[in-house]
């Protein structure tokens, strides 16, 4: 099994390059994040021409997630269901292959006084709820996405330099962690523990990719058994070397078979 994350940065403008790497890679799973596009302009039969199922919900010049699969997914979900803002173009999750899998765009922050900064980290504590009501960290889940952290030192260039981003700031940081306390390993780290890769490369940067300076926020996150299968996990830097790329790039984990158990189910009751 193959899942995969990518913030396009405009599915629109980036469907070529999503198109092409579907084809190469073939994954079971990819969660798109910031499509930022209104449900009824979504290139939906350009994925389903070239044999994709896509589940979707935008809005205009914002936000908007995705999941496109190779099998129809299951119980299709989007937003919170905690009572407060519902986020739907923040959140999508669904059971795929028998796994569950949660995508998720968490607010950026936008500076450590703002409001959006606060509701990031509200946002952190609800997701934490979330998985607590609903999931079981004795399933197999996944936590993928663009979740807009750099947890250590090294997943971003110059560490020092961003203590008071609202990508690396400590509070962030704690708040991210104590969602991971849930029961999710960090794929990417599982395989690659020493290595100062990153997913995401500011356009402003001169040469960022070839210079290698940027932020690791883009994530695999997998509870036990999904992770314990877990057999690879990479940054594919290829479609940000491309014209008119995202400013992010792909993620993708690959799993090996379970031995001989039955995946447990999405454990979120219908509502």
């Known amino acids: 099994m193959k899942i995969a994350t990518f913030n396009a ?3 629109r403008s980036r469907l070529p390059i999503v198109l092409d790497w579907l084809a190469t890679h073939r994954p079971d799973v990819l969660g798109i994040q910031e499509t930022k596009v209104q449900d009824a302009d979504f290139p939906r039969e350009a994925f389903e021409a070239a044999g994709w199922h896509v589940a979707f919900r935008g809005e205009k010049s914002y936000n908007g997630v995705a999941l496109v699969t190779r099998e129809p997914p299951e119980s299709v979900r989007f937003g919170f269901e905690d009572g407060g803002p519902a986020d739907e173009t923040r959140l999508v999750r669904a059971v795929v292959g028998g796994v569950a899998v949660v995508n998720t765009y968490v607010p950026q922050g936008r500076a450590i006084d703002h409001a959006m900064y606060r509701y990031k980290l509200q946002w952190y504590a609800r997701l934490k709820r979330m998985f607590a009501a609903g999931y079981s960290a004795g399933q197999p889940l996944a936590w993928i996405g663009d979740i807009n952290i750099a947890v250590a030192p090294i997943d971003v260039s110059n560490p020092a330099a961003h203590v008071n981003d609202p990508c690396y700031h ?4 704690d708040a991210f962690l104590e969602v991971c306390a849930f029961g999710f390993e960090d794929l ?5 523990p020493g290595e100062e890769s990153y997913s995401f490369f500011d356009y402003r940067v001169p040469n960022a990719v070839t210079r290698n300076i940027g932020w690791r926020i883009d994530y695999i996150l997998a509870t036990p ?3 314990q299968r877990s057999v690879a996990c990479e940054i594919d830097l290829e479609p940000r070397m491309r014209e008119k790329p995202s400013d992010h790039t792909f993620m993708v984990a690959e799993f090996g078979k379970q031995n001989g158990a039955r995946p447990a189910p999405d454990s979120v009751p219908s509502r």
């Not at 400590?170 to 940081?173: E, L, Q, T, V």
């Not at 990417?188 to 690659?192: G, M, P």
């Open 188 to 192: 990417f780290r599982k395989h690659h």
């Open 170 to 173: 400590s509070a962030a940081r």
């Open 225 to 227: 058994p999904l992770a």
């Open 9 to 11: 940065n405009s599915i």
